[in-house]
């Protein structure tokens, strides 16, 4: 193992998102002195069934660290952290892969945290009423893994079933390979298997929901030893693994998170003295990180359990050990805006602008919006007369309802670029509302939240900032280092590494405020309307579905 640490010690963090691998070389202070970024494969074989392979994760993984620690000496590479989407692997006996498709195809062996296959099975959990769901917010959403396992049983009976040995979150899985060892994250077991940090698995559970064979040899297929996130797994990097990632067999290698809690844990326990935040010296529990890329998270925690209907949690030790998270969350935010920017007519017409004027289509759509606004006060204004309820892939918190469908209200014929632009704001406001919905539930239940923290790919979009931060009447807090997720994955290494005492003192000497944006105040009735007409939006697609089904 290395020696006590030095100034120009690193760590190395992997971060396995939706779409791709990334991966950075990080320093004791937070700084990220290197990065690189590879594509994974999804599959799509039908609606809502998404896939990936473990074997071409890992592969992506070993060929970004191997990037970002180039021309390093091995020996200043003091740990390594991992952190991926909450998907399910299936290995069987000898750790080899196990197909989830009815074609068969080995290769295809990961269920993607946003596949959707099995929304009855969900349903038919929550209708138990069992006590672990009170943890989950009393409804079973089809993104966790009961429901997943319970698809797979009922659907590939004698091939996967039959054949798999071992259930791993993504996360776990890559601890694994890395080390060998079979622990699993609490991150991962709380936050998506019903996991009790005090009591273990729940039997009872199990046996009700039909997957009681999960219960044989002391539930080795799905985690028989826990560990808290950032404490050391194993013996470190095995000399497979050290070779495979281009590392010293035996560095250090932290309990890993699920990819949203890397960023909580990345930006939520800056240092903000001097910035005048209502969170200044004030605890953590004052904060909210929200993690926003494909789809959106929002932690929080406290130090007693507080129970949010339709919030996840509380989880005790999931993200910060010895405090409590509640996890709000939107399955779909960037998807989304992507989906309703690439789905219009006039995006062509925007693509082709945009290349010219050698910008992203987000950053050419802000300065559009700039110029639509000329004659109002403030560019938000734009949509009085347009609004967007933005659960076109359900809605994961705070209703807890994947049934749900998106809406657009104040469509015309018009099918312009102005029609786009109008349409993409609207959008922004429309998850951002979403946002101000979760926070709500979270004070009703006890939560006092005064900042947030943003990161993630969308925070590098300034309107979206803006957007959270005018309709929530917060200030935003951006990390200084916009890659927030990696540097909590890194946190892991540095504390698996025992170069620091504990998370909390890594959180605070690693995560670094960049930027605050600030609410405009002159706003806050236009976005008091807007959300009643959110709120209401709602309201009318039950009454909608109630007519229908009389």
């Not at 100034?7 to 290197?34: E, F, H, M, N, P």
């Amino acid at each position: 193992m290395p020696g006590p640490p030095s100034v120009d010690c690193y760590y190395v963090g992997v971060d396995v998102g939706s779409c791709s691998v990334r991966a950075a070389l990080v320093t004791r202070d937070g700084c990220v002195k290197a990065a690189a970024e590879e594509s994974i494969t999804v599959w799509t074989p039908q609606p809502d069934h998404y896939e990936q392979s473990s074997a071409d994760i890992w592969r992506k993984c070993c060929s970004t660290v191997k990037k970002v620690t180039e021309g390093v000496e091995k020996d200043r590479v003091r740990g390594i952290g991992f952190d991926a989407t909450c998907s399910l692997v299936v290995l069987d006996q000898s750790f080899q892969p196990v197909a989830v498709t009815k074609d068969g195809v080995k290769e295809r062996n990961v269920v993607m945290w946003m596949d959707h296959r099995a929304l009855d099975q969900a349903s038919r959990i929550t209708a138990t009423g069992h006590s672990v769901l009170t943890s989950v917010g009393g409804v079973m959403s089809p993104e966790m893994q009961p429901p997943k396992l319970l698809w797979l049983k009922e659907n590939l009976r004698e091939s996967c079933w039959k054949e798999a040995a071992h259930f791993f979150d993504l996360p776990d899985f890559l601890s694994w390979k890395a080390t060998g060892s079979l622990a699993r994250s609490l991150c991962t077991l709380v936050c998506k298997w019903t996991y009790s940090p005090s009591e273990g698995w729940n039997d009872n559970f199990w046996t009700s929901i039909g997957l009681e064979d999960l219960l044989e040899n002391n539930h080795s297929k799905i985690g028989e030893q826990t560990c808290c996130p950032g404490s050391p797994v194993g013996g470190g990097l095995t000399r497979e693994a050290a070779a495979d990632l281009g590392l010293n067999p035996g560095t250090a290698v932290g309990a890993s998170l699920i990819d949203a809690h890397a960023g909580g844990l990345g930006v939520i326990g800056a240092d903000v003295s001097g910035h005048h935040l209502p969170c200044e010296n004030q605890p953590v529990t004052s904060r909210v990180a929200l993690i926003c890329g494909t789809s959106s998270c929002h932690m929080a925690v406290s130090q007693k359990p507080l129970f949010v209907p339709g919030v996840w949690g509380p989880y005790l030790s999931a993200m910060v050990p010895g405090l409590w998270l509640n996890e709000g969350g939107q399955s779909a935010t960037g998807g989304l805006i992507d989906h309703v920017v690439k789905g219009h007519v006039a995006f062509p017409l925007l693509k082709e602008q945009a290349e010219k004027s050698g910008q992203h289509v987000h950053a050419f759509l802000n300065r559009y919006l700039e110029e639509l606004s000329r004659d109002k006060k403030h560019l938000d204004l734009l949509t009085n007369g347009l609004h967007v309820w933005p659960d076109f892939h359900g809605n994961r918190s705070p209703l807890a309802d994947q049934s749900l469908k998106g809406m657009v209200v104040g469509l015309s014929l018009s099918q312009t670029l102005d029609d786009l632009a109008l349409l993409y704001l609207a959008t922004l406001q429309a998850v951002a509302l979403g946002t101000r919905h979760i926070l709500d539930a979270m004070r009703e239940a006890g939560h006092d939240i005064t900042t947030l923290f943003l990161c993630g790919g969308l925070s590098k979009n300034p309107l979206f900032v803006q957007m959270h931060a005018n309709v929530t009447g917060l200030p935003v807090v951006l990390p200084a280092e916009r890659e927030a997720v990696l540097v909590g994955a890194a946190v892991l290494g540095a504390c698996s590494s025992c170069d620091y005492s504990s998370i909390q003192e890594a959180m605070e000497k690693m995560g670094r405020v960049g930027k605050v944006v600030r609410p405009n105040l002159e706003l806050e009735s236009f976005y008091r309307k807007k959300y009643a007409v959110f709120l209401r939006l709602y309201v009318h697609q039950r009454e909608y579905a109630a007519l229908m089904r009389d």
